[in-house]
C-alpha cells in the first residue's frame, strides 16, 4: 500500500516509458501495475504550498495560494505575458528571473492531433510525455521565456495549441510529417526569432498502453473518492482502467490519497 500527497507522475524516458509516483518516504513505478486490480481511495488534501490542509482550488494549490504563489502567475499559461526580461516583476521576480530567463523551445507535438506549445529546454521531452503526445519536434529555440510566447501566439493564427484529452486517449499513434509542418510555418514566425531555428528531427514516444479505452469516463475523487479498477494503460498523467475509466493524476495534485492492489 502506498500514501501520501499526489504530485503529477515523474517519467524515464524509455520505450515504453516509465512512470514513477513518488511520495514522501517512497514511491511507486506504475507499470508495475499494469493488468492488476488497483484501489484508490482519497484521504484528505494538502496544498502544495502552504502545505495545509485545505481544499485544493486549481493546480495543486488551495485558493489562497493559487493567487498568491508565484507558480501560478498568469505567465506560466500565457508565456507572451512574461516581463522578467524587462525587470519587472509579476508576484517575484527572483523566481521569475530564474525560470523566465532560460532556454525555451517553441515545438509542434502530435497527441490529439498537431498542435504547437511552449515549454523550457529543461522539460524536454518531459512536457510531451505529460501531454500524451506520441510525436514532438521543435521549431525554435530561444533564450526567454517572452519570445517563446510571442512565437507561439504567431502559430496560434494557425495551429492549434490544445490537447482534446478525450482524443489524446484513444489515439493509437499515427504519425505525420512534422519535418514539413516545420518546413511550412517558417515565413509565420515573429522576425525577432528568425535567428533561433533549429533542425532536430523528430522523436517518437511509446507509452505503455495495453488497451486504449473506447468510451472514455473521468474519474473525480472529490465526487467518488474510492475507486477500483483493473490498470490498462498510462498515457500523458492519465491511468487507464479496464472499464474505460480514466484518472488525470496531475488533475489531483494536492489530494491525499491512498493506493493498493487488491
Known sequence: MFQGVLTKMRTEWNSPINYYLLFQDSFLHVNTLLEKKIQITLTGYECLSCHKANEIFRQGFCKSCFFETPSAGEWIMKPELSKAHLGIEDRDLAFEQQVQLQPHVVYFAVSSGLKVGVTRKT?????????????????????????????EVALKEYYNDKTNWRIMLQQKGELLDLVAERQA????????VQPYLVSDTPIELVFPV?????????????????????????????????????????????????????
Request: include cysteine.
Open 185 to 192: 510555418c517558417l515565413s509565420k514566425l515573429p522576425i525577432e
Open 123 to 151: 522539460q524536454v521531452p518531459t512536457r510531451w510525455i505529460d501531454q500524451g503526445a506520441h510525436q514532438a519536434l521543435p521549431v525554435v529555440e530561444v533564450p526567454n521565456r517572452y519570445l517563446a510566447g510571442i512565437t
Open 210 to 262: 495495453q488497451r486504449f479505452p473506447e468510451k472514455v469516463s473521468s474519474l473525480n475523487l472529490t465526487k467518488s473518492p474510492e475507486f477500483q479498477g483493473v490498470l490498462k494503460g498510462i498515457k500523458g498523467q492519465y491511468w487507464i482502467f479496464e472499464d474505460d475509466t480514466v484518472w488525470n493524476v496531475r488533475g489531483h495534485e494536492g489530494n491525499v490519497v491512498r493506493i493498493s492492489i487488491v
